[in-house]
Protein backbone atom coordinates (compact mmCIF):
# COMPACT_ATOMS: atom_id res chain seq x y z
CA UNK A 1 0.00 0.00 0.00
CA UNK A 2 1.28 3.15 -0.98
CA UNK A 3 -0.30 6.90 -0.12
CA UNK A 4 -1.95 8.48 -3.16
CA UNK A 5 -0.97 11.84 -3.14
CA UNK A 6 -4.12 13.13 -5.13
CA UNK A 7 -7.09 11.55 -2.79
CA UNK A 8 -6.81 11.03 0.41
CA UNK A 9 -6.94 7.30 1.23
CA UNK A 10 -5.10 4.13 0.84
CA UNK A 11 -4.78 2.56 -2.13
CA UNK A 12 -4.34 -1.01 -2.77
CA UNK A 13 -3.70 -2.10 -6.57
CA UNK A 14 -3.03 -5.32 -7.01
CA UNK A 15 -1.52 -6.22 -10.37
CA UNK A 16 -4.25 -8.04 -12.54
CA UNK A 17 -1.96 -9.77 -15.01
CA UNK A 18 -2.57 -13.12 -16.33
CA UNK A 19 -4.83 -13.96 -12.93
CA UNK A 20 -8.47 -15.23 -13.23
CA UNK A 21 -11.06 -14.15 -11.76
CA UNK A 22 -12.61 -15.78 -8.60
CA UNK A 23 -16.13 -14.20 -8.64
CA UNK A 24 -18.11 -13.92 -5.96
CA UNK A 25 -21.21 -14.03 -7.99
CA UNK A 26 -20.26 -17.16 -10.21
CA UNK A 27 -18.33 -19.45 -7.62
CA UNK A 28 -15.76 -21.15 -8.97
CA UNK A 29 -16.28 -20.32 -12.55
CA UNK A 30 -13.55 -18.53 -14.25
CA UNK A 31 -14.45 -15.18 -16.24
CA UNK A 32 -12.78 -12.55 -17.20
CA UNK A 33 -12.25 -9.42 -14.06
CA UNK A 34 -14.51 -7.40 -12.72
CA UNK A 35 -14.13 -4.41 -14.45
CA UNK A 36 -16.60 -2.98 -17.83
CA UNK A 37 -15.45 -4.06 -20.84
CA UNK A 38 -17.82 -1.98 -22.60
CA UNK A 39 -17.34 1.26 -23.67
CA UNK A 40 -19.30 4.11 -24.73
CA UNK A 41 -17.80 3.93 -28.11
CA UNK A 42 -19.79 0.35 -28.07
CA UNK A 43 -22.68 0.82 -26.88
CA UNK A 44 -25.78 0.93 -30.10
CA UNK A 45 -26.29 4.51 -29.58
CA UNK A 46 -24.27 7.71 -28.81
CA UNK A 47 -23.77 8.34 -26.02
CA UNK A 48 -22.00 11.08 -23.91
CA UNK A 49 -18.68 11.18 -23.71
CA UNK A 50 -17.09 10.01 -20.11
CA UNK A 51 -14.74 12.35 -18.50
CA UNK A 52 -10.93 11.25 -18.79
CA UNK A 53 -10.24 11.31 -15.01
CA UNK A 54 -14.07 9.05 -14.30
CA UNK A 55 -12.77 6.31 -17.18
CA UNK A 56 -9.12 6.36 -15.27
CA UNK A 57 -10.95 5.97 -11.89
CA UNK A 58 -13.59 3.72 -12.48
CA UNK A 59 -11.96 1.34 -14.97
CA UNK A 60 -9.05 0.80 -13.72
CA UNK A 61 -10.02 -3.17 -13.11
CA UNK A 62 -10.52 -2.58 -9.27
CA UNK A 63 -12.97 -1.75 -6.78
CA UNK A 64 -13.62 1.39 -3.98
CA UNK A 65 -14.50 0.00 -0.92
CA UNK A 66 -15.25 2.33 2.22
CA UNK A 67 -16.30 1.42 5.79
CA UNK A 68 -18.16 3.54 7.89
CA UNK A 69 -18.73 3.60 11.74
CA UNK A 70 -22.65 2.99 12.14
CA UNK A 71 -24.77 3.73 14.83
CA UNK A 72 -28.09 2.24 13.67
CA UNK A 73 -31.62 3.21 15.15
CA UNK A 74 -33.57 -0.22 15.39
CA UNK A 75 -36.27 -1.31 17.83
CA UNK A 76 -36.02 2.34 19.54
CA UNK A 77 -32.37 2.30 20.57
CA UNK A 78 -29.43 2.90 19.02
CA UNK A 79 -26.93 0.10 18.21
CA UNK A 80 -23.49 0.21 16.80
CA UNK A 81 -22.16 -1.96 13.94
CA UNK A 82 -20.70 -1.40 10.83
CA UNK A 83 -21.15 -0.57 7.24
CA UNK A 84 -19.73 -0.69 3.95
CA UNK A 85 -19.89 0.95 0.41
CA UNK A 86 -18.37 -0.96 -2.57
CA UNK A 87 -18.77 0.84 -5.72
CA UNK A 88 -17.77 -0.61 -9.30
CA UNK A 89 -18.37 -0.76 -12.78
CA UNK A 90 -19.28 -3.64 -14.76
CA UNK A 91 -21.45 -4.62 -18.15
CA UNK A 92 -25.17 -5.10 -17.31
CA UNK A 93 -27.06 -6.83 -19.64
CA UNK A 94 -30.41 -5.33 -21.02
CA UNK A 95 -32.77 -7.75 -21.14
CA UNK A 96 -31.70 -10.17 -18.25
CA UNK A 97 -30.79 -7.16 -15.56
CA UNK A 98 -27.80 -9.18 -14.73
CA UNK A 99 -24.23 -8.86 -14.74
CA UNK A 100 -22.54 -9.50 -18.36
CA UNK A 101 -20.28 -12.45 -18.83
CA UNK A 102 -18.83 -10.82 -21.40
CA UNK A 103 -18.84 -7.66 -24.28
CA UNK A 104 -21.38 -7.29 -25.96
CA UNK A 105 -23.10 -4.19 -27.81
CA UNK A 106 -25.92 -4.15 -26.26
CA UNK A 107 -24.54 -4.67 -22.49
CA UNK A 108 -25.24 -1.68 -20.38
CA UNK A 109 -22.53 -0.12 -18.41
CA UNK A 110 -23.23 0.60 -15.00
CA UNK A 111 -21.63 1.65 -11.61
CA UNK A 112 -22.64 -0.54 -9.02
CA UNK A 113 -23.09 -0.22 -5.48
CA UNK A 114 -23.52 -3.12 -3.02
CA UNK A 115 -23.95 -1.42 0.37
CA UNK A 116 -23.79 -3.83 3.59
CA UNK A 117 -24.79 -2.66 7.03
CA UNK A 118 -24.49 -5.23 10.19
CA UNK A 119 -25.34 -4.65 13.74
CA UNK A 120 -26.39 -6.32 16.92
CA UNK A 121 -29.61 -6.23 18.47
CA UNK A 122 -29.99 -7.64 21.82
CA UNK A 123 -29.40 -11.21 21.27
CA UNK A 124 -29.36 -11.61 17.48
CA UNK A 125 -27.86 -9.86 14.57
CA UNK A 126 -28.71 -8.30 11.41
CA UNK A 127 -27.08 -8.57 7.82
CA UNK A 128 -28.30 -6.41 5.53
CA UNK A 129 -27.45 -5.67 1.59
CA UNK A 130 -28.92 -3.17 -0.78
CA UNK A 131 -27.46 -3.21 -4.38
CA UNK A 132 -28.29 -0.57 -7.28
CA UNK A 133 -27.08 -0.76 -10.64
CA UNK A 134 -26.94 2.69 -12.13
CA UNK A 135 -25.81 3.54 -15.76
CA UNK A 136 -22.51 5.31 -16.23
CA UNK A 137 -23.92 7.47 -18.74
CA UNK A 138 -26.51 9.08 -16.24
CA UNK A 139 -29.22 8.88 -18.74
CA UNK A 140 -32.06 6.86 -17.29
CA UNK A 141 -33.31 5.39 -13.45
CA UNK A 142 -31.12 2.58 -12.02
CA UNK A 143 -31.76 -0.71 -13.99
CA UNK A 144 -32.36 -2.78 -10.98
CA UNK A 145 -32.65 -2.90 -7.54
CA UNK A 146 -32.48 -5.47 -5.12
CA UNK A 147 -32.64 -5.67 -1.09
CA UNK A 148 -32.09 -8.37 1.20
CA UNK A 149 -32.09 -8.48 5.22
CA UNK A 150 -30.95 -11.61 7.55
CA UNK A 151 -31.36 -11.87 10.78
CA UNK A 152 -32.43 -14.84 13.19
CA UNK A 153 -36.49 -13.94 12.73
CA UNK A 154 -36.07 -14.92 9.18
CA UNK A 155 -35.24 -13.65 5.68
CA UNK A 156 -36.58 -10.22 3.57
CA UNK A 157 -35.81 -9.70 0.35
CA UNK A 158 -36.68 -6.93 -2.33
CA UNK A 159 -36.23 -6.51 -6.11
CA UNK A 160 -37.06 -3.51 -8.51
CA UNK A 161 -36.37 -4.39 -12.55
CA UNK A 162 -36.68 -1.17 -14.55
CA UNK A 163 -38.58 -2.15 -17.37
CA UNK A 164 -41.95 -0.35 -19.21
CA UNK A 165 -42.69 0.13 -15.49
CA UNK A 166 -40.58 -0.95 -12.06
CA UNK A 167 -41.53 -4.20 -11.82
CA UNK A 168 -41.30 -5.25 -8.28
CA UNK A 169 -40.95 -8.73 -6.61
CA UNK A 170 -41.01 -8.93 -2.70
CA UNK A 171 -40.81 -11.66 -0.25
CA UNK A 172 -41.22 -11.63 3.73
CA UNK A 173 -41.63 -13.92 6.65
CA UNK A 174 -44.29 -11.33 8.03
CA UNK A 175 -47.47 -12.66 6.55
CA UNK A 176 -49.11 -9.12 5.92
CA UNK A 177 -46.09 -8.67 3.37
CA UNK A 178 -45.33 -11.92 2.42
CA UNK A 179 -44.90 -12.73 -1.20
CA UNK A 180 -45.98 -9.46 -3.15
CA UNK A 181 -45.14 -9.20 -7.05
CA UNK A 182 -46.70 -5.66 -8.38
CA UNK A 183 -45.45 -2.49 -10.68
CA UNK A 184 -44.68 1.12 -9.95
CA UNK A 185 -45.08 3.85 -11.90
CA UNK A 186 -41.38 5.30 -12.64
CA UNK A 187 -40.25 7.83 -10.02
CA UNK A 188 -36.15 9.11 -8.83
CA UNK A 189 -35.27 6.29 -6.61
CA UNK A 190 -33.73 7.31 -3.52
CA UNK A 191 -31.14 4.15 -4.11
CA UNK A 192 -30.13 5.24 -7.52
CA UNK A 193 -29.00 8.77 -5.33
CA UNK A 194 -26.12 6.93 -4.13
CA UNK A 195 -24.56 6.27 -7.37
CA UNK A 196 -25.60 9.87 -9.27
CA UNK A 197 -23.31 11.86 -6.37
CA UNK A 198 -20.18 9.41 -7.91
CA UNK A 199 -20.73 10.08 -11.50
CA UNK A 200 -22.20 13.92 -11.31
CA UNK A 201 -23.33 15.89 -8.26
CA UNK A 202 -24.63 18.35 -10.57
CA UNK A 203 -27.30 16.43 -11.83
CA UNK A 204 -28.98 15.46 -8.44
CA UNK A 205 -32.91 15.84 -8.81
CA UNK A 206 -33.44 18.95 -6.34
CA UNK A 207 -36.89 20.63 -5.83
CA UNK A 208 -40.22 18.73 -4.63
CA UNK A 209 -40.72 15.51 -6.68
CA UNK A 210 -42.36 12.38 -6.45
CA UNK A 211 -39.50 9.59 -4.64
CA UNK A 212 -39.43 6.09 -4.07
CA UNK A 213 -38.23 5.61 -0.53
CA UNK A 214 -34.87 3.28 -0.20
CA UNK A 215 -35.62 -1.01 -0.02
CA UNK A 216 -33.89 -0.96 3.07
CA UNK A 217 -36.28 1.94 5.12
CA UNK A 218 -39.48 0.30 3.11
CA UNK A 219 -38.63 -3.04 4.58
CA UNK A 220 -37.55 -2.45 7.68
CA UNK A 221 -39.90 0.25 8.97
CA UNK A 222 -42.94 -2.21 7.26
CA UNK A 223 -43.96 0.66 4.96
CA UNK A 224 -45.74 0.59 1.44
CA UNK A 225 -43.69 0.38 -1.48
CA UNK A 226 -44.50 3.51 -3.58
CA UNK A 227 -43.82 6.90 -4.37
CA UNK A 228 -43.90 10.13 -1.70
CA UNK A 229 -43.25 13.87 -1.90
CA UNK A 230 -40.07 14.71 -0.72
CA UNK A 231 -37.93 17.81 -1.11
CA UNK A 232 -34.40 17.97 -1.99
CA UNK A 233 -31.32 20.33 -1.97
CA UNK A 234 -27.42 20.87 -1.78
CA UNK A 235 -26.15 22.30 0.69
CA UNK A 236 -22.41 23.14 1.10
CA UNK A 237 -21.25 21.98 4.96
CA UNK A 238 -17.94 23.49 4.86
CA UNK A 239 -14.97 24.17 1.40
CA UNK A 240 -14.89 20.77 0.57
CA UNK A 241 -17.84 18.61 1.37
CA UNK A 242 -21.55 19.05 -0.04
CA UNK A 243 -25.10 17.45 1.78
CA UNK A 244 -27.44 16.70 -0.20
CA UNK A 245 -30.83 16.51 1.68
CA UNK A 246 -34.29 14.60 0.98
CA UNK A 247 -37.01 15.13 3.33
CA UNK A 248 -39.99 12.92 3.21
CA UNK A 249 -42.70 15.26 5.07
CA UNK A 250 -45.38 12.21 5.22
CA UNK A 251 -42.92 9.70 6.41
CA UNK A 252 -41.35 12.26 9.02
CA UNK A 253 -37.94 10.74 7.52
CA UNK A 254 -35.03 12.63 6.74
CA UNK A 255 -31.83 11.50 5.04
CA UNK A 256 -28.68 13.43 4.40
CA UNK A 257 -25.94 12.52 2.44
CA UNK A 258 -22.33 14.00 3.25
CA UNK A 259 -19.60 13.59 -0.27
CA UNK A 260 -16.57 15.43 -1.20
CA UNK A 261 -17.13 18.38 -3.90
CA UNK A 262 -14.12 17.74 -5.97
CA UNK A 263 -13.90 14.45 -7.86
CA UNK A 264 -14.54 11.52 -7.24
CA UNK A 265 -17.28 12.67 -4.83
CA UNK A 266 -16.29 10.27 -1.85
CA UNK A 267 -19.27 9.56 0.71
CA UNK A 268 -17.97 10.79 3.64
CA UNK A 269 -20.84 9.55 5.45
CA UNK A 270 -24.79 10.20 6.30
CA UNK A 271 -27.55 10.42 8.63
CA UNK A 272 -31.18 9.45 8.63
CA UNK A 273 -33.83 10.19 10.62
CA UNK A 274 -37.33 8.64 11.34
CA UNK A 275 -39.34 6.93 13.76
CA UNK A 276 -37.71 3.93 14.91
CA UNK A 277 -39.62 1.24 17.08
CA UNK A 278 -43.10 0.59 17.79
CA UNK A 279 -46.38 1.56 19.58
CA UNK A 280 -44.86 3.33 23.11
CA UNK A 281 -41.90 2.55 22.02
CA UNK A 282 -41.43 4.48 19.17
CA UNK A 283 -39.35 7.81 18.85
CA UNK A 284 -37.23 9.83 16.35
CA UNK A 285 -33.80 9.19 16.41
CA UNK A 286 -31.03 9.47 13.65
CA UNK A 287 -28.65 6.78 12.38
CA UNK A 288 -25.19 8.12 11.30
CA UNK A 289 -22.20 6.60 9.66
CA UNK A 290 -19.01 8.15 9.65
CA UNK A 291 -16.29 7.52 7.10
CA UNK A 292 -13.32 5.42 8.82
CA UNK A 293 -11.16 4.17 5.61
CA UNK A 294 -10.89 3.91 2.09
CA UNK A 295 -9.34 1.38 -0.37
CA UNK A 296 -9.02 0.64 -4.16
CA UNK A 297 -8.62 -2.99 -4.86
CA UNK A 298 -10.07 -5.98 -6.68
CA UNK A 299 -11.61 -7.48 -3.46
CA UNK A 300 -13.04 -10.42 -5.96
CA UNK A 301 -9.71 -11.81 -6.22
CA UNK A 302 -8.64 -11.26 -2.44
CA UNK A 303 -10.59 -14.77 -1.20
CA UNK A 304 -7.69 -16.66 0.18
CA UNK A 305 -6.82 -17.03 4.07
CA UNK A 306 -3.51 -14.57 3.29
CA UNK A 307 -5.97 -11.76 1.88
CA UNK A 308 -7.80 -11.61 5.30
CA UNK A 309 -5.04 -8.72 6.55
CA UNK A 310 -7.00 -6.40 4.01
CA UNK A 311 -9.97 -6.07 6.36
CA UNK A 312 -8.04 -4.55 8.66
CA UNK A 313 -7.21 -2.09 6.17
CA UNK A 314 -10.55 -1.49 5.86
CA UNK A 315 -10.84 -1.05 10.08
CA UNK A 316 -12.84 -4.26 10.12
Known amino acids: MKKWMKFEFLIIIFSLGAVSLESCAQNEKKTAPEKDT ?11 TLASN ?23 EMRGGNAVLIYVTEPFLADKQVKADGSNVDNIPVLKLNSTKNYITGIYPYSLMTSSFYPVHDDAHAVKLSFSAQEWCG ?15 SHSYFEREADQNFTLEKSILENEIWNKIRINPSNLPLGTSE ?58 GWSETYSSGY ?35 LGL
Open 155 to 169: HIYAQLNNREQFDVV
Open 38 to 48: TTEETTPKAKK
Open 54 to 76: FKEYWYSGTAELTSYTLDQARYG
Open 279 to 313: GDKAKILTTTAIKNKLIITPYWQQNKNSDLFLRDS
Open 211 to 268: VIPSLEYIRQTHKPLKAYTATMRIDAKNDSISTYTISYPELERTLKIDFTKAFPHTIE
